[in-house]
């Protein structure tokens, strides 16, 4: 991948370091794979960019005790599955929807779900990195592919609390 030259020197910093997350996190994805014992799977596909998606996991007692991922498309979509993958695991499926609102109020998506959920965006971990997307609204799609499959992937999952 070669440096957009429109943006880099203008903005710096902040937003190179946030860059280099988003590669780390596709040269080496966490959660890459598929759980053989899952439970719960779910795929996700956004056409415009040809990401595709396939989310496995294991649910138990109300909470997601193990999380994979498969799939291809740009790194945005990829690596956001894996800082996604990386947050949810092990958390309590009502505090993974909560923690979904918080993620997509970064993109002005759901601002008021946002605005109350229990969660900040600090507690978004590595996610936060994909702050920048919500500049270029054709890659929104790709940062919240991961998430909403993941929503899917739960949907069906009765909530115990
Ligand atoms: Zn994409």
């Known amino acids: 991948m070669s440096p957009e030259r429109t943006e880099g020197g203008a903005y710096g910093g902040v937003e190179e370091l946030y860059r ?40 138990e007692n109300g909470k997601l005790k193990d999380i994979r991922f498969e799939g291809h498309g740009c790194a945005v979509s990829q ?54 997307v919500k500049k270029y609204p054709v890659r929104i799609k790709c940062a919240l592919l991961s998430a909403n499959t993941l929503l899917e992937l739960i949907a069906d999952h009765p909530r115990k609390s």
């Open 20 to 59: 280099e997350v988003i590669l780390d996190h596709f040269k080496a994805p966490k959660n890459r794979g598929s759980l053989p014992n899952a439970n719960a799977k779910a795929d996700g596909m956004n056409p415009l960019c040809g990401d595709q998606l396939t989310l496995t996991g294991t649910i």
């Open 79 to 132: 690596s956001a599955a894996s800082m996604l993958t990386q947050v949810m695991k092990g958390k309590s499926l009502d505090d993974i929807r909560e923690l979904a609102k918080t993620y997509k109020g970064l993109f002005g998506v759901e601002e008021e779900g946002a605005a109350k959920s229990k969660f900040k965006v600090d507690d978004l971990g590595d996610l936060i990195a994909l702050e920048g």
